[in-house]
């Protein structure tokens, strides 16, 4: 399924995206307050959400926080708030990717078809299962436990956290991971790798400044320490 929701309280703004991404294939639902956006994502199944942050009832970052509690869809933040602080805390509370406004509906696009092409590259024939007792990493199901107890990542915390355990005993530069997980024209920043290992580190870590499984490596980058 290629089902997008875009919330987005200016109709121009969504009728144009809504044009361009249904040129692609996808289906595009809209919506133009952050309550009717939460409504549509309870009704349908979505892969991918544009959420706008400047919203007339409640704001973007708050329906982030709502959707997270029950849900690893992808999010793609839209906001004019282009600090790099706005961006960090974009990450903090569940987002995946981060477009400053104004951008081009033909980059949106090609930030979109990115992503799924990266979807579809995963086949699912990969079954690398990690268990300790303690930390349990499924990668067919995508599903992670502490104490046996399910850890909503991210799908972007899941691949690094995953990309790390499938390459034990190497340690990987922030600019590796990047390449592995989003790709060669990844236009982020490098801190996105550290802001995603911090998020990580409080879900699946019993003492964060002294991480177990997800480990700094100073000045290179980082590994993946667990023992099964």
Request: with cysteine; aromatic share 8%; charged share 25%.
């Amino acid at each position: 399924m290629k089902n997008i929701l875009v919330v987005e309280d200016e109709v121009n703004v969504a009728t144009v995206l809504k044009g361009y991404l249904e040129k692609e294939g996808y289906v595009v639902y809209t919506a133009t307050s952050g309550l009717a956006g939460l409504d549509l994502f309870k009704a349908h199944d979505f892969q991918l959400i544009l959420l706008d942050l400047m919203l007339p009832d409640i704001s973007g970052e708050e329906v982030c926080k709502i959707i997270r509690q029950s849900s690893n869809v992808h999010i793609f933040m839209l906001t004019a708030k282009g600090a790099l602080e706005n961006r960090i805390e974009g990450l903090n509370i569940g987002a995946d990717e981060y477009l400053i406004k104004p951008f081009s509906p033909r980059e949106l696009t090609a930030r979109v078809n990115a992503l799924f092409r990266r979807l579809n590259n995963g086949d699912g024939s990969s079954q690398y299962l990690f268990n300790d007792g303690n930390l349990i990493i499924d990668y067919e199901k995508r599903i992670v436990k502490v104490q046996n107890e399910v850890v909503l990542l991210t799908p972007n915390e899941f691949d690094i956290l995953y990309t790390l355990v499938a390459n034990k005993g190497k340690v990987l530069s922030r600019e590796q991971l990047i390449n592995k997980i989003f790709g060669a024209d990844f236009e982020g920043y490098d801190r996105t790798i550290d802001v995603h290992i911090k998020n990580i580190r409080k879900k699946i870590e019993t003492d964060t400044k002294n991480p177990k499984y997800v480990v700094t490596v100073m000045k290179v980058g980082y590994k993946f320490g667990g023992e099964q």
